[in-house]
């Protein structure tokens, strides 16, 4: 059974849905998910088998865990792991009995909008290092000269800098951007039970 290891993948399909979508695609290929470890926010692993019919979910609840977990234990989903603070669940099923979507919405929303957030922060404080560091070599190199060896260890320390400020940023643009899309179905949940 070969292992396939897809890297940041919980982070480039940081918005939940994206990560539902992206590990039912995996399976489409016959790459089932493997149960999560501790390093899972780094690394994904997945075995190659027999493509199977699975509904993944990936949830932020905001009920008690324990509840929870018994909730979705005793309907048949089978938990995978928790990556940050998103629960991993499949659910294997028959050709035209999918699965609804039973993830808590305003739990999604809150994870969303927090994340969001400190990546947003991360972001602006890499562009100030970033900013820093540029006016450092500056000031440095303009006021007379400076080693070859102390310039280029700073412009590796500047270059380090910048796939962070894009990791960060983009992550914190595609969670800030979902949140209308949550907002509206939360809306939609609300409006069907009031039916």
């Known amino acids: 059974m070969a292992v396939q290891r897809s890297f940041l993948a919980a982070f480039k399909h940081i918005v939940p849905a994206d990560l539902e979508f992206y590990l039912e695609e995996k399976n489409a290929e016959g790459l089932i998910l493997v149960p999560l470890k501790g390093t899972s926010v780094f690394s994904l692993l997945f075995t190659e088998e027999a493509p199977k019919r699975y509904k993944?979910?990936?949830?932020?609840?905001?009920?008690?865990?324990?509840?929870?977990?018994?909730?979705?234990?005793?309907?048949?989903?089978?938990?995978?792991?928790?990556?940050?603070?998103?629960?991993?669940?499949?659910?294997?099923?028959?050709?035209?009995?999918?699965?609804?979507?039973?993830?808590?919405?305003?739990g999604q929303y809150r994870h969303c909008l927090q994340l969001g957030l400190i990546l947003l922060v991360l972001a602006l404080v890499f562009v100030g290092l970033?900013?820093?560091?540029?006016?450092?070599?500056?000031?440095?190199?303009?006021?007379?000269?400076?080693?070859?060896?102390?310039?280029?260890?700073?412009?590796?320390?500047i270059a380090f800098q910048l796939p962070f400020v894009f990791l960060f940023f983009g992550g914190s643009v595609k969670l800030l951007k979902e949140l209308p899309v949550l907002k509206g179905k939360m809306d939609y949940q609300r409006a069907v039970r009031k039916v």
Do not use: H
Request: proline content about 5%.
């Open 56 to 106: 993944y979910a990936v949830d932020c609840p905001t009920i008690p865990k324990a509840m929870y977990m018994k909730k979705l234990s005793d309907d048949g989903w089978e938990y995978l792991g928790q990556s940050m603070n998103r629960y991993l669940w499949r659910k294997e099923y028959e050709e035209g009995e999918r699965p609804g979507d039973f993830s808590d919405k305003l």
């Open 130 to 157: 970033f900013g820093a560091l540029c006016y450092t070599l500056y000031r440095e190199y303009s006021l007379g000269g400076m080693d070859p060896k102390r310039f280029a260890a700073y412009l590796v320390v």
